[in-house]
């Protein structure tokens, strides 16, 4: 521009002008006077301007209708001369921009008139496009009928004038939409709100458009109206138009101009309401075509395909997906449809030709092949698009190959469209290629059809070559092969671009992920929250684009796997091979790094299968779930399609002939070259993609190890394979070229596995995971015969484990865990290779040079040493033998720097179990010996508690009771060791322990060990009891017996070295449990007699059942735990569930008490005593008047008792009486609340109350088995009444007396077996009381005295006393039934004697003297308490007359005489003191009923009836 507005160029415009106004006038001097007048003012004009004005352009464009005047007249004229001066003259105006619009539109009227004239067509055309390419003024109708004017003279006669208008027309259609992009550009800043055209019905409706938008917009509509045969909107004047013209336009646009549809919802509008109709009604013959139908089956003739139009129409197509797709997603999806529509084989071959090649453009776009699988594969209810493509390519080629032959297989690919009058397709050359199909072309062959590859374009471009036939009209001929190639490169590219996409998106996305941990983990990152924020967004991402990563190789996995299998099949080009197995290993790689497993193991497969000879019987490949391909078959477009395996009839060089592995090979099998390819591919899948096999290793190592013993390669040392002669049957046979490959393939094998140090640890573990299960199929093979197994694992397993020493760490387990396996097979061969690998490799590892050294890495060292324990689930005794003489020598060489290994070699000791014969376990008991007196101060304080757990371990083996005993006295010797060096192992394990519970809380998980709140030296004491409280159960009475001792010793001993929150545990987790299992064992243990203890024994008859000598047990676990209540109460009562625990105890007591068993029960109530006569902490109000009753030795805490410190108190013993002393006087008592004292008494009480009515209430029915309670429990049970009732005194009211009255009743009226009476009944002449009935006296003579002394509303108690008592004196007369049991008892009053009638077993005793004593207490009492007022409402007098009625009434036939003499002086007492009573309430009326009562009584003795 600035050269146009530069003065000299002015100057010289100005001149030009003139001279051209000059000769105009020149010319037309003679002929058109006019026009010379015109020319000459216009000079004048010219130079008034420049002279008048300093912006002389702008002048003359003002000005410029009248400056074209005289140039317009003189085109008028007709004459040439004089037009194509003009014409040059108007173009110079127009190039300069002097050209106003009216002056424009006035010349491109003059232009239409020349041009209906047909005069100067070209140059016509050539001021049109200077006209519109230099300026805008140019638009609207005038534009229009510029444009008409170029497409007019298209269709002209002359072919130059019609290609130049072709150009033009195309050129002009550029500028106009050029203009509207310019015109976008410079109202770009200005962000207008786009009016939203309603439902935009209207066509015209295109008043939201600026000026040169609304031109494009004219074009474009008019444009889709032409090539739809509708007559224009815009472009008046047009009078004939070709279809093929009108889509090379409209291509044109679509595909220079995409941003003006993307942006402006008008042009969206017409893409989608106008183009897109129009090409799928365009589309419609291609669609409804089938070949070979002819016209007269059909009753309306269907249209042909046109194949400039079609061809076209699929141009078009590719703008529209490559450009809209965003647009036209709905659209698309049917444009793809008929895509793969069109390459069915009922469609003409040219047809599925220009499809293949468009389809071929798609596959080099792979973020549009992306899009695609967005939009429709992974929506719900849309068609599959992507996936029917890659089917559809894969049909294709199936189709391809599945021509029927019609003769000579060259020509069987025609265009078989004869019948609808079309060329034939028969390239002059294609017969001369396929000679009796031995070729030297590359092709694909397969059964029989033979297709040549051609090589049509380079990797990763589609270069279509029938979609550029523009000028052809009729369709070409395509050479054979060239659909196939197409297709073929179609599958190459695909795979190429997706998977190169999807590798390098998660490319991004790991270093991505990386660079943000690292921004996370780096200090100088200061807004973390954002970091986290962005952290999450790159989540979000990943997880969406990973989903469509999978869905794209989901959708196309099947359908490329089978299309490439069946060309891998037919191809016999190496090259070829090479790319289908490079295209089969790159996806399969792509599964792999997506997690995708099925479809990797399907590639991987087909590799495999590859590799393999046909039909080879390899179980990995036929019956892996991924990959059972061989009988799969996938469904493609709703066909069903078989995967092909290989075709049997092969066309490739043999190059190996070898066996089979198979447990019975038959005959050989042969590899080809193409195997040996396949081989080479899947070592480099192993190799290179080694990291994302997974599962996958299973079928490659198979089929290597196959092919490695087809190939005859054997193991060597260190596990490397070397070419070796078949040991049996036929040699196997080796080409030449195969030979010189072995060695490498030997070397690549070998590389492979080496390589495996660089796998990442997940992978690696897969690898090992493959290589054992490898090996189990070898030993499967190998059991039951001593044929040579295949060593190819066991010796992998080796090799890689000496490669990856370095972390062995890892896969040490894995690999040493199967080599174990190996040294349990029977075959010798096998066990002998497994035990020298595993050697080997401990060898190797314990001499590797690790970093750190082992003596720092404890857990390596552990690690190592593991596979010797794990040798214990070996049953081979020699090899048992053998570890433990290994572990004697490790003992003896490295006892002292075992360190971290002390665990495992107890282990190995502890392993050793109970069937494993004497032999063993008298030599692992040895071992432990020396351990327990030589190596316990060496070992960490760790171990300790190992040593614990195995020497409980010996006491449980019944092999050999010494054994048992013995080790129960070891565990007393540790027990020791623990008390003596107490400090330094607690030390120790407090450091142990802050290091672990450190450790713990920086991996944010819990300590967890046993009794694990409780301090760790706590703990080990904990485990000694634990174990000690096992062997207290063991079925030997004799190990029960010795274990309880040695237990209760240990915590009476070394008890008081537990912090005081550990007796908890020890409560509860020991004593407690402990009691609970002897208690269930005894209950339910046999009855049976046990006639003598195993050789010459002889049993005493109370030992003489199971069930007698647990309760022996019984009796002493109950016996020690209440013992460790009374001694450690003081301990025990500060801890917070003491009155659960006591609850407990109590319950333990209550349940013995009540057992079925003499002894038992009487020991319980001895234990029950013992806890009740428990001193609470003395405070100073009240000092012991007696010493306690406890006077045992009892190591005390000194020091604070209620806080232990941070180091412990140590002990000392001193007597209790000293510790409550102390208690009293220096320190601050523990103040136990009296509250929960009162609660622990009443517990107490309700304890004895329910074995008291429970262990007095008399069975329902009797027989000989019948348990009924000792005297001596009884008494005993009584004798803890008064203690008791000291500590409920406050609380006790009269529900409680009746219940107590309850029990003394029915204690009282139990009889005693007839072979017990000598011992408990006194002679019957004396009148004695049993020490029961004692007891019973005494119990309500406590009350009494209680009430006595207790406030006024106790004295309520007395008439139930009285109740009682009299109950008693009853018995002199009419004795207690106990339920329905028969006592016979005949007394006479002289001789006092017992008769015994069978079959009573049981008597009853003489209850007169107790009945007399009764009455003596009743007098007494009543002298004290008759004026009560209770005594006197309640009637007692009255009571008492009316209970002495009886004996008076009987008088002699009493039992006793003495009873009636006794009543008469005991009634004589009473009335002396109630009778006065009852004269003072005689007003009351409450003596009212006891006159007559009286009267009675007198009047019964007197005149007695008997």
């Not at 110079?92 to 539109?105: C, D, F, K």
């Not at 407990?1144 to 029960?1161: G, M, P, R």
Request: charged share 20%.
């Amino acid at each position: 521009m600035s050269g146009t507005n530069s003065p000299e160029a002015v100057k010289k415009l100005l001149e030009n002008m003139q001279s051209d106004l000059r000769a105009l006038s020149l010319e037309c001097k003679k002929k058109f006077p006019p026009v010379k007048e015109a020319a000459e003012s216009g000079i004048i004009k010219v130079k008034t301007i420049a002279a008048r004005n300093t912006e002389i352009l702008a002048a003359l464009k003002e000005n410029s209708s009248e400056v074209v005047q005289p140039f317009l007249m003189g085109c008028g004229t007709k004459e040439p001369k004089i037009t194509q001066l003009c014409l040059a003259a108007i173009q110079r105006l127009m190039s300069h921009e002097v050209v106003s619009e009216t002056a424009a539109g006035n010349i491109i009227n003059m232009l239409w008139q020349l041009m209906e004239n047909s005069l100067e067509e070209l140059k016509l055309l050539q001021t049109v496009l200077v006209l519109l390419t230099t300026n805008t003024v140019v638009h609207d109708e005038s534009l229009s009928k510029a444009i008409v004017l170029c497409f007019r003279l298209h269709f002209t006669k002359d072919n130059i004038t019609n290609n130049t208008a072709a150009a033009t027309v195309r050129q002009v259609v550029t500028v106009v939409f050029e203009r509207m992009v310019a015109e976008d550009e410079r109202h770009r800043d200005i962000i207008e709100q786009p009016v939203l055209v309603q439902g935009n019905s209207n066509r015209r409706s295109v008043s939201t458009l600026k000026p040169c938008a609304k031109d494009a917009y004219m074009l474009f509509q008019d444009l889709c109206q032409l090539v739809n045969a509708d007559a224009p909107y815009w472009l008046v004047g047009m009078t004939e138009m070709t279809r093929t013209f009108g889509l090379e336009l409209l291509e044109s646009v679509l595909n220079d101009f995409p941003q003006v549809f993307l942006q402006h919802q008008e042009f969206s509008f017409l893409l989608k309401e106008r183009v897109c109709p129009l090409v799928i009604k365009l589309f419609s013959p291609n669609i409804k075509f089938r070949q070979g139908s002819g016209s007269s089956s059909s009753p309306a003739p269907v249209e042909k395909p046109y194949f400039p139009i079609c061809m076209r129409l699929l141009r078009v197509v590719s703008v529209l997906i490559k450009q809209f797709y965003s647009l036209l997603v709905t659209e698309c999806e049917i444009f793809l449809s008929l895509l793969v529509k069109f390459l069915d084989a009922d469609k003409p071959q040219w047809l599925r030709a220009v499809a293949v090649e468009s389809i071929h453009r798609l596959c080099v776009q792979p973020q549009l092949l992306r899009s695609f699988c967005q939009s429709y594969d992974m929506k719900q209810h849309s068609t599959k698009v992507f996936r029917d493509i890659v089917n559809a390519l894969g049909s294709f080629i199936q189709s391809l190959f599945l021509v029927p032959p019609t003769g000579n297989p060259a020509t069987t690919n025609q265009a078989g469209n004869n019948n609808s009058g079309g060329p034939v397709s028969a390239p002059a050359n294609s017969g001369m290629l396929g000679i009796g199909g031995v070729t030297l072309l590359p092709a694909f062959e397969y059964r029989g059809t033979w297709i040549p590859i051609l090589t049509i374009t380079v990797q990763g471009s589609a270069k279509a070559t029938y979609l550029e036939m523009l000028d052809k009209v009729e369709p070409p001929t395509i050479p054979e092969g060239y659909a196939m190639s197409v297709a073929f490169h179609c599958l190459l590219d695909l795979v190429r671009g997706i998977t190169s996409m999807i590798e390098g998106e998660l490319g991004e996305v790991e270093t991505e992920y990386q660079t943000t941990t690292e921004a996370a983990s780096s200090p100088t990152q200061s807004s973390e929250q954002q970091e986290l924020q962005s952290t999450s967004d790159q989540m979000d991402k990943e997880i969406v684009s990973r989903a469509v990563w999978e869905e794209m190789v989901n959708a196309c996995w099947c359908g490329l796997l089978a299309a490439l299998s069946l060309l891998l099949d037919a191809s016999t080009d190496e090259a070829a091979t090479e790319n289908i197995l490079k295209a089969e290993l790159t996806m399969a790689a792509l599964c792999g790094r997506l997690g995708l497993v099925t479809s990797r193991d399907a590639f991987i497969t087909a590799i495999c299968k590859g590799s393999l000879p046909p039909h080879y019987a390899l179980t990995v490949l036929n019956t892996t779930t991924a990959a059972t391909l061989s009988n799969k078959s996938y469904s493609i477009q709703g066909q069903s399609v078989m995967m092909i395996s290989p075709s049997s009839e092969s066309h490739q060089q043999v190059v190996a002939v070898g066996q089979p592995l198979a447990v019975q090979p038959q005959g050989t099998v042969m590899l080809t070259s193409k195997n040996i390819q396949c081989m080479r591919t899947l070592l480099n899948l192993a190799h290179c993609h080694g990291a994302v096999l997974g599962t996958s290793w299973q079928l490659v190592l198979a089929t290597l190890q196959h092919l490695v013993w087809i190939l005859g390669l054997k193991p060597s040392s260190g596990g490397a394979l070397k070419p070796g002669r078949a040991v049996e049957g036929p040699s196997t046979v080796l080409t030449t070229a195969v030979m010189t490959d072995l060695p490498v393939i030997s070397n690549i094998l070998s590389r492979l596995f080496e390589s495996s140090q660089y796998l990442d640890d997940v992978s690696l573990h897969h690898l090992i995971n493959a290589l054992c299960s490898l090996s189990l199929e070898a030993m499967d093979m190998a059991y039951g015969n001593n044929k040579e197994p295949s060593l190819f694992a066991v010796a992998k397993l080796l090799e890689t484990g000496l490669v990856n020493m370095h972390r062995i760490e890892i896969l040490w387990r894995p690999l040493t865990g199967h080599l174990l396996e190996v040294c349990q097979h029977p075959n010798s061969r096998m066990r002998e290779w497994g035990a020298e690998a595993l050697t080997s490799l401990i060898k190797a590892g314990l001499t590797f040079n690790h970093d750190p050294p082992l003596s720092q890495n404890q857990r390596l060292q552990l690690l190592l040493l593991n596979p010797l324990k794990e040798m214990s689930s070996i049953n081979h005794p020699d090899i048992r033998l053998k570890q433990l003489e290994c572990v004697l020598q490790i003992l003896q060489s490295q006892g002292d720097s075992l360190g971290p290994g002390w665990p495992l070699v107890l282990g190995v000791m502890g392993a050793i179990r109970n069937d494993q014969g004497e032999s063993l376990i008298r030599t692992a008991f040895q071992c432990l010996q020396l351990v327990v007196t030589d190596f316990l101060p060496t070992m960490p304080c760790t171990c300790l508690q190992i040593v614990v757990d195995v020497a409980g371990s010996f006491g449980l083996h019944n092999q050999e009771l010494n054994i048992s005993l013995t080790s129960i006295g070891l565990l007393w010797n540790i027990s020791d060791y623990f008390f003596q060096r107490g400090e330094t192992i607690e030390k120790e394990l407090n450091k142990e322990e802050a290091a672990q519970q450190k450790q713990a809380e920086e991996k944010g998980v819990v300590l967890n060990r046993p009794f694990h709140p409780a301090p760790p030296f706590d703990c080990l004491w904990l485990c000694l009891y634990a174990k000690l409280g096992e062997l207290c159960v063991d079925p030997r009475p004799a190990v029960r017996k010795s274990a309880g001792q040695t237990l209760f010793s240990t915590i009476g001993a070394h008890g008081t070295l537990l912090q005081h929150s550990t007796w908890h545990t020890v409560i509860w987790k020991v004593l407690f449990h402990l009691l609970d299992r002897v208690r269930e064992s005894s209950t339910t243990a046999d009855k049976e007699k046990i006639e003598s203890g195993g050789g010459n024994i002889l049993i005493h008859h109370s030992r003489d059942t199971a069930e007698k000598q647990w309760a022996e047990t019984w009796v002493l676990t109950l016996a020690g735990v209440a013992r460790i209540f009374n001694t450690r109460r003081y301990l025990l009562q500060p801890l917070g569930d003491f009155s659960r625990a006591w609850d407990v105890l109590l319950d333990h007591i209550q349940s013995a008490a009540l057992s079925k068993n003499n002894e038992v029960s009487l020991a319980a109530l001895k234990s029950f005593q013992e806890i009740l006569q428990i001193v609470s902490p003395i405070r100073d109000s009240d000092k012991p008047e007696t010493p306690p009753v406890v006077n045992v030795p009892v190591p005390v805490l000194i020091g604070s008792i209620s806080g232990p410190g941070l180091s412990r108190p140590f002990v000392r013993t001193d007597s209790v009486g000293e510790r409550l002393g102390r208690y009293s006087s220096s320190e601050p008592p523990i103040v136990t609340d009296e509250l929960e004292d009162l609660n622990l008494w009443w517990a107490a009480w309700n304890t004895w109350y329910r074995i008291g009515s429970e262990s007095t209430k008399p069975p329902v029915t009797f027989d000989k088995l019948t348990f009924i309670p000792s005297q001596p429990f009884l008494t005993a049970l009584i004798q803890i009444f008064p203690a008791l009732y000291q500590h409920i005194k406050t609380g006790f009211n009269m529900d409680d007396l009746q219940k107590l009255g309850v029990i003394l009743h029915s204690a009282v009226s139990v009889p005693i077996s007839s072979d017990a009476s000598p011992f408990i009944l006194p002679s019957y002449t004396e009148a004695v009381l049993t020490s029961l009935q004692e007891a019973v006296l005494t119990a309500l003579d406590v009350l009494q005295k209680a009430i006595c002394v207790g406030p006024e509303n106790m004295q309520i108690m007395y008439p139930a006393i009285f109740d009682q008592l009299l109950a008693f004196v009853e018995f002199s007369c009419k004795p207690p039934q106990y339920g329905q049991l028969e006592t016979k008892h005949i007394a006479n009053a002289k001789y006092n004697q017992i008769q015994l009638f069978a079959p009573a077993e049981w008597v009853a005793l003489n209850y007169v003297p107790f009945a007399e004593r009764s009455l003596e207490v009743v007098v007494d009492l009543y002298q004290k308490t008759a004026c009560h007022k209770a005594v006197v409402n309640e009637k007692v007098l009255q009571n008492i007359i009316k209970t002495l009625r009886v004996p008076l009434s009987l008088k002699y036939s009493c039992p006793s005489e003495s009873t009636w003499k006794l009543a008469v002086s005991s009634l004589l007492k009473v009335l002396s003191i109630g009778l006065p009573v009852a004269r003072q309430h005689a007003s009351s009326g409450k003596f009212d009923s006891m006159w007559p009562e009286l009267a009675n009584t007198f009047e019964d003795f007197l005149f007695t009836k008997r």
